[in-house]
């Protein structure tokens, strides 16, 4: 199944299924130990018309992860270094895709570190992609997250 996921940069058409991919693993993992002022906060952000303002400003990039025509994955990366979205449908989670998508992500951004928001359900995710907590968590417009930093080696050994 791997070699058969396809991975690109999403486009306005892809939004909707984007959202649809992020409110379904949010509501069922995530969003249930947030209060109500932190779903909505979370709702407001990934309004199609908020995604598709961040993309045109050109402060936002995002990455899909494709199989079978269906979008499996995505991940938006804002300022160059911060991860906002992160997501994989459960049906295929644990398949190394969220691992490839921040991969993707960091070759495209080309930055030092990588810095993410995390929430508590996705903390040991990002540890064992490298990511270390900077603080306790936090929360932020009703939004439960701890923040993390992952400093990038890349290849050459910069």
Known sequence: ???????????????????ELVLGVFDKYVGC???PEGQLTFRMYCHPNAMMSRWAE??????IAIFEQKIIGMIEVRNGNHIALLFVDDRYQRKGIAKKL???AVEKAQAAEME??????????????GFEPLDAEQVRD???FIPMRKIIQFRDGS
């Open 116 to 129: 993410v928001n995390s929430s508590p359900y996705a903390l040991n995710i990002y540890g064992k992609m």
């Open 102 to 104: 921040v991969s993707l």
């Open 1 to 19: 199944m791997e070699k058969d996921i396809q991975f690109r940069e999403a486009q306005p058409q892809d939004v909707p299924a984007i959202i």
């Open 142 to 144: 009703g939004i439960r």
């Open 58 to 63: 050109g402060t936002s990039f995002c990455l």
């Open 33 to 35: 130990g947030y209060a």
